[in-house]
């Protein structure tokens, strides 16, 4: 079953970087057709032989396609509170919503799949198990639920050689466990389950592709290539044919500025920001190569002393946060962080207090969650738009401190970053997105709109500031009319308050 993902195919750097943004442009093209119009949602489940790059394949997703709509699910040890609940409660927990990509590590086909390896079950019971997550996947499927499963392969002497690569390097020698090796050595047993697996359980609803792991290049494209067929494929049985056109929002591609005059004496806590800070792009490369290293090497020392950090991001539209997170992945372990954006409430989140849907997915222990707004929208646009009373925005400031504060105590290591840009570098950025097919669908009527109330949301930032930055959780404010100098600021204030926390 594994010879043909045995071949040694490669591609070259070369080819890479031709093939590699079509690619790119399309997959994030169908992803946000999907979130636009689809009433049904995708699971993509990755699996296979340890090594084979399954954590930087789920990165490398998130950074060619909109963070903030992909969720990562992963399924380590069963958390004692989830061992009073049936074992596939997990699963059903996390299942992504209609327009919604989840990508799942170590989910419901793991433990099974060990225990038949380790014999701690027989092979009726092995048998059970698939026939019952086989069940489960009909059932979503049948609902309309895309689902793709990837198994990342490599021969035995491929495992052996990458495994001793990682551990060789300092910066990813903690990614290799005696267990790592306890199951190379076990190869044999983990391939003969692998195929029995991928047999019992390989469905025209749920199928599997086995993919060849050794050469990073030809892994992500072929990974790639799949899933964007899948979704072009599902959205056009769903009457959606995957163009850059119908992503654009024709009201606000021909739109007069609508930005006021600047009041009188306005002055805020942002008017002493130098927004000429600027990094020239050699030593934004260096720069952001190091910061990187740097807050990989942290955030594994986090992970080992179990504590969790949590990333506030806050700013203009267009003020680059996406831009900011997507250079924080990569130094991450896929398994171990969130990245969360927040819009309107639902009705289940405004029927309860506004904290409630943010308290709900803070992480466990050791984990990052990344906010791309957040709480603060309270104090934002609930006050400017008028979702909020003057009575319930003003209590609110004491209210975001006491839950930081809460956070804090409990040794959580919280960052807040507001990326500022002047009206006029928005207006450029808006007009470039505008010029860019595959950048035209992040500008809506809203944002003009915002853009009309630039000076009353500054006022509001403003007094967010004045109230909310406390000495266990301050601001950081970043000019960011310069993207390289604004992604390397917020990486290197990263790296300082985790090393700041891990030291004390």
Known sequence: MFRAAELGQTVSKKEFKALAPDIRRQLLEAQVLLSRTADFGVMIDF??????????????????????????????????????RPRFWRFWRDLPGAGEIALNLKARYSRPF???????????????????????????????????????????????????????????????????????KMYTQFIETAERTITETNTEFAPWHIIEGADKNHRILTVAEIILEALKTRLRDHGHELAPELLIDAEATDVEDPIPEAPDRHVTVFSKLDMKSSLPKPEYRSELATQQRRIHLLSREAIEQNRSAVLVFEGPDAGGKGGAIRRIIP????????????????????????????????????????????????????????????????????????????????????????????PEEQLRRFEARLRT????????????????????????????????????????????????????????????????????
Not at 53 to 78: F, P, Q
Not at 144 to 165: D, T, V, Y
Not at 383 to 407: H, P, V
Not at 491 to 496: K, Q, S, Y
């Open 437 to 504: 097919p595959h950048k035209r669908w992040k500008i809506t009527p809203e944002d003009w709109r915002n853009r009309g109330k630039w000076y009353e949301y500054e006022t509001a930032a403003h007094d967010m500031v004045k109230y909310t930055s406390t000495h266990v959780s301050p601001w950081e404010m970043i000019p960011a009319n310069d993207k390289y100098y604004a992604r390397v600021k917020v990486l290197e204030t990263f790296g300082n308050c985790l090393e700041a926390a891990l030291r004390d």
């Open 114 to 184: 060990l225990d038949r390896v380790y014999g701690h079950i027989t092979d009726l019971e092995y048998l059970a198990e698939m026939k019952r997550i086989q069940t489960f996947e009909r059932m979503l499927a049948d609902d309309g639920m895309l689902i793709l499963k990837f198994w990342m392969h490599l021969s035995s002497a491929e495992q052996q050689q990458r495994l001793e690569s990682l551990q060789s390097d300092p910066e990813t020698a903690w990614r290799v466990s005696d267990r790592d090796w306890e199951h190379w």
């Open 331 to 422: 130094t991450l372990d896929a398994r171990n962080y969130r990245v969360l954006q927040y819009g309107a409430p639902t009705d289940e989140e405004a029927s309860r207090h506004y904290l409630w849907r943010f308290w709900r997915h803070l992480q466990r222990a050791g984990n990052l969650t990344i906010f791309d707004r957040s709480w603060y929208g309270r104090v934002l646009v609930e006050r400017i738009e008028g979702f909020a009373s003057e009575t319930e925005w003003k209590r609110a400031y004491a209210e975001i401190n006491d839950f930081e504060d809460q956070l804090v105590e409990h040794g959580t290591i919280l960052v807040k970053y507001w990326l500022h840009i002047t």
């Open 47 to 84: 699996a296979g032989v340890d090594g084979a790059g399954k954590g930087s394949t789920v990165n490398l997703l998130h950074a060619w396609m909109d963070t903030r709509l992909i969720t990562t699910n992963s399924y380590r040890r069963v958390p004692k509170k989830d061992q009073y």
